[in-house]
């Protein structure tokens, strides 16, 4: 590797990444000379087609930004317009939130995990192979993933792209026989879930650690899901309507995204690692004494253990959802109700892939003056480009296969949505 | 007669919405077919229960827009290579062979591709694309009348 040769090698399809990007990779005489991270986003056309519409349009239109978060633009677009009108959704119709959150949660993370993340660690090509070498495993993360559709189905109506849930709660409450029915499967996935962090454990982790900057929400009585304050593991604590004040964003000349950043140009990480580790405390015992068995404690900086902790997430998920379920009475109302009006408001709840930042601000009429909204994997493309910069620098002695091998399985670590709506990776690295 | 009929696609994303514009044409003909886009787990479980699918996605592999591909997959595995473009990650290939080795086919299955160029954000359909959607509903039309 240290004779100056020029190597090229392109790879057209990083399959099991959702969306399109590109990773080029240049390298000279041993040392990288420029690694650029790629990522073409839409969320920025739908801040301009956001104005002048409805306040009560934004959480529908949001949502088709992504069909495996959903949730997460519904329900930062409705919690950021019950900022803007002065209105409280508590109670029941609250725990419902909770609820089909958990239900993205856990069809996100499974099929993520265990479909698209685990063959990396099996030496697996692809996820046909898993299903070839581990049937039964297969068949445990698609009844798990079924489960998270169930529950958005039941609550939202239907599993990809809900239609139940609006401004102020739910055009419809579930009918309580329907709520309290999905028990028996969570009580399975419980069980099931702990069975895959088992099954993960045994993997053998790239030693990677990275002293990163985690950003994520924080409750003071539960494990930030849906609602709570902003904090980091180094002394941040904001209201979420300070998020613009400490966080940016900046345009770099080799993606149409937005790069995110703290306000001193540092990157930050967003997602279960920082969930994880900012909220350790909170999770469940069973999911910190299944962590504690796969060798977690209450830090984790390696990235590719991120694997592990979105099916301890995964657990907590199916506990939450089946505490919810079990003591689940119809409400009164199925919402609070909203009069429209002038206002401005801020809302952000945990996507799977971490925090996703809505600010509107409305017109008299309640319509659409002005839209802002920063998804997770905007936020830590940065970080992505600084993890990939140190993971080739310790791995630069493997040969240009294994290399890429080992960047995409590093991409994998944040499951970036890249963009709900594309397709493929581009994978290029050279080498003078 | 129980087959399930299902296409996959973006709308918006030019070509790529092919598959789900011949669900929506077999739907204006009389015919129950259903959107879906691309989920691969999804469209394992959308076809349980039944004999026989039909699914219809956008396909890469080199031939000109608008040729359209059919695989029996029910009797061979379908070229992977072709489906790439689906629009999620564990797409149409994924499932259908996952759903081979897990035991959890449909005793029929056939996979439609229709030959795309142009995947772009908010492009429209092309042309050769748009034709090969109407003949691919016929299509799917003459092998449900006959069966």
Same mark, same amino acid.
């Given at each position: 590797m240290t004779k100056s040769k020029s190597r090229t090698i392109k790879v057209d399809a990083l399959a099991?990444?959702?969306g399109e990007g590109a990773l080029?990779?240049?390298?000279?005489?041993?040392?990288?000379?420029?690694?650029?991270?790629?990522?073409?986003?839409?969320?920025?056309?739908?801040?301009?087609?956001?104005?002048?519409?409805?306040?009560?349009?934004?959480?529908?239109?949001?949502a088709r930004i992504c069909g495996i978060c959903p949730i997460a633009y519904i329900m930062g677009a409705s919690q950021a317009m019950e900022d803007a009108l002065g209105v409280t959704v508590s109670g029941?119709?609250?725990?419902?939130?909770?609820?089909?959150?958990?239900?993205?949660?856990?069809?996100?993370?499974? $099929?993520?995990?265990?479909?698209?993340?685990?063959?990396?660690?099996?030496?697996?090509?692809?996820?046909?192979?898993i299903a070839a070498a581990d049937p039964a495993l297969v068949e445990k993360a698609l009844r798990l993933k079924k489960l998270g559709n169930t529950i958005l189905e039941v609550i939202g109506g239907r599993a990809i792209h809900p239609v139940n849930l609006k401004v102020g709660g739910f055009y419809k409450a579930p009918a309580k026989a329907a709520v309290?029915? $999905?028990?028996?499967?969570?009580?399975?996935?419980?069980?099931?879930?702990?069975?895959?962090? $088992?099954?993960?454990?045994?993997?053998?982790?790239?030693?990677?650690?990275?002293?990163?900057?985690?950003?994520?929400?924080?409750?003071?009585d539960e494990y930030a899901i849906h609602e709570g304050d902003i904090i980091s593991n180094r002394g941040l604590d904001i209201p979420v309507r300070g998020f613009l004040e400490h966080f940016d964003e900046e345009h770099v000349r080799h993606s149409n995204a937005l790069h995110g950043m703290m306000r001193d140009g540092a990157?930050?990480?967003?997602?279960?690692?920082?969930?994880?580790?900012?909220?350790?405390k909170q999770l469940s015992s069973l999911a910190k004494k299944t962590a504690k068995a796969v060798g977690l404690g209450a830090v984790c900086t390696n990235p590719f253990q991120s694997i592990l902790v979105r099916m301890?997430?995964?657990?907590?998920?199916?506990?939450?959802?089946?505490?919810?379920?079990?003591?689940?009475?119809?409400?009164?109302?199925?919402?609070?109700?909203?009069?429209?009006?002038?206002?401005?408001?801020?809302g952000c709840t945990e996507a799977p892939r971490g925090i996703c930042y809505h600010r509107y601000r409305l017109g008299d009429d309640g319509r659409i003056l002005d839209a802002r909204i920063v998804p997770p994997t905007a936020q830590n493309q940065k970080q992505?480009?600084?993890?990939?910069?140190?993971?080739?620098?310790?791995?630069?002695?493997?040969?240009?296969?294994? $290399?890429?091998?080992?960047?995409?399985?590093?991409?994998r670590n944040y499951d970036p949505c890249i963009s709900c709506a594309t397709h493929f990776l581009k994978l290029t690295i050279k080498r003078d | 007669m129980t087959d399930k009929i299902i296409g996959i696609g973006n709308a918006w994303r030019g070509d790529d919405g092919a598959g789900a514009a011949v669900a929506e044409r077999l739907r204006e003909m009389g015919i129950d077919a259903e959107a879906q886009d691309g989920d691969g787990a999804e469209l394992m479980e959308s076809w349980k229960g039944c004999d026989g699918a039909i699914i219809i996605d956008a396909a890469v592999s080199g031939a000109p827009p608008g040729v359209v591909h059919r695989f029996d997959a029910a009797e061979s595995e379908i070229p992977k290579r072709f489906f790439r473009y689906s629009s999620h990650l564990f797409g149409v290939a994924e499932a259908v062979e996952t759903a081979r080795l897990?035991?959890?086919?449909?005793?029929?299955?056939?996979?439609?591709?229709?030959?795309?160029?142009?995947f772009n954000l908010g492009s429209p359909m092309s042309p050769e694309v748009e034709k090969a959607v109407t003949e691919t509903a016929a299509l799917i039309k003459g092998e449900l009348d006959h069966a």
């Open positions: 099991r990444v959702e080029d990779l240049h390298i000279k005489d041993g040392v990288i000379k420029n690694i650029k991270f790629r990522i073409f986003e839409p969320p920025r056309f739908f801040e301009a087609f956001l104005r002048g519409r409805a306040y009560s349009e934004a959480p529908d239109i949001t029941p119709l609250r725990d419902l939130r909770r609820m089909i959150y958990c239900g993205e949660w856990i069809e996100s993370h499974v $099929l993520h995990a265990a479909m698209l993340h685990a063959p990396d660690f099996l030496g697996l090509d692809d996820a046909l192979q309290r029915g $999905l028990a028996g499967e969570l009580e399975w996935g419980v069980k099931a879930s702990r069975e895959l962090v $088992l099954a993960f454990g045994g993997f053998d982790f790239p030693d990677y650690n990275h002293d990163y900057t985690f950003v994520s929400l924080h409750h003071p990157a930050y990480l967003v997602g279960p690692l920082a969930r994880y580790n900012n909220n350790y301890i997430e995964v657990i907590y998920a199916c506990e939450e959802a089946l505490r919810i379920a079990e003591s689940y009475e119809e409400p009164d109302s199925s919402c609070v109700e909203v009069t429209p009006g002038r206002g401005e408001g801020h992505i480009e600084a993890d990939l910069r140190g993971i080739v620098e310790r791995n630069m002695s493997l040969s240009d296969d294994k $290399l890429k091998w080992r960047c995409e399985q590093a991409i | 897990l035991g959890r086919l449909p005793k029929r299955l056939i996979v439609y591709g229709i030959e795309g160029a142009n």
